[in-house]
Each structure stands twice: as C-alpha cells, then as structure tokens.
C-alpha cells in the first residue's frame, strides 16, 4: 500500500511539473514586448536591453493583430511561414494603419505595408530592418 501511494504522488509530482518552458509559436493569443535592439549598420554582439516599453504585438487566435507604441494603436493580420529551416512571421497592416504610419512613421519596412520577424525560438521573434538604416528590434513573449 505504501509503495503504491508512493508510485502514485511521484507520477503526480512529475506530470504536475511537466510544464513547457517553451511554449508552442503557434499557441494563440500572443504577446510579444520589446525587450532591446542591435545598431543595424555597427557590427555589436550584445543587444542593448530595454526595460518598461511601451512598445507591443498582440496576436490573437482568428489571424488578426494589434501592434502598440505608446498611444498609438495599428491592425491588421499576420501569417507564419517556414522557409529554409526556419520560421517567419508577417504582419500585414489594414488600410487605417497604413495611413497613420504616413503621419507618424510607424511601420518598420522602409515604407511597406508590412513587417516581418524570424522566430528565433518559441520566447523570441527579432526584425531585422537594416536595410533602411534602422535596428535589428528583438521582443520577448510574454
């Protein structure tokens, strides 16, 4: 009897812990929070962090998503795709989005309407926007 309750709280004590300590790219809805950048031009191994950002994507389960800076607020979609071994989220902005970012400059793909991120594991996404100058952004799921 002993040894079957013994048997019986171990197995507890290993499925209850059996947690994923990283969770599924795929698992909705998500949160993902700027958590530092690289310089895109200057060669620099460590990213610079950034703590309390307002700066956020949220994506949600129907395929839709909300990015946030400060006050503002832009939408859209997004998709993964897997090219090559590796993983990429785009998000493509709605119509309204796309014209707040000719006012405020907003979207990160010099001058597209859209952006996109390589999953570098299950807990963070990076964008790369060197091309127009501007910094490789890393977030942080949440």
């Known amino acids: 009897m002993k040894r079957t309750l013994c048997i019986l709280f171990l197995s507890l004590v290993f499925f209850?812990?059996?947690e994923t300590e990283t969770p599924d790219i795929l698992e909705m809805p998500q949160e993902w929070h700027?958590?530092?950048y690289k310089g895109g031009w200057i060669p620099q191994e460590d990213?610079?962090?950034i703590e309390d950002s307002t700066y956020h994507y949220r994506l949600e389960a129907d395929g839709s998503f909300v990015k946030t800076?400060?006050?503002y607020?832009?939408?859209?979609?997004?998709?993964?795709?897997?090219?090559?071994g590796k993983t990429y989220v785009t998000?493509?902005?709605?119509?309204?989005?796309?014209?707040?970012d000719a006012e405020k400059n907003l979207i990160h793909y010099c001058?597209?309407?859209?952006e996109y991120f390589t999953v570098k594991d299950a807990k963070t996404i990076a964008g790369n926007w060197s091309e127009?100058?501007?910094p490789n952004l890393y977030f942080e799921r949440r």
């Open 69 to 71: 800076i400060g006050q």
């Open 132 to 134: 127009c100058d501007g």
């Open 16 to 18: 209850s812990c059996k």
């Open 111 to 114: 001058g597209q309407d859209y």
């Open 34 to 36: 700027l958590i530092g």
């Open 91 to 100: 998000l493509n902005f709605d119509e309204t989005s796309i014209q707040l």
């Open 47 to 49: 990213i610079t962090p």
């Open 73 to 84: 607020q832009l939408a859209g979609t997004y998709n993964f795709e897997d090219f090559e």
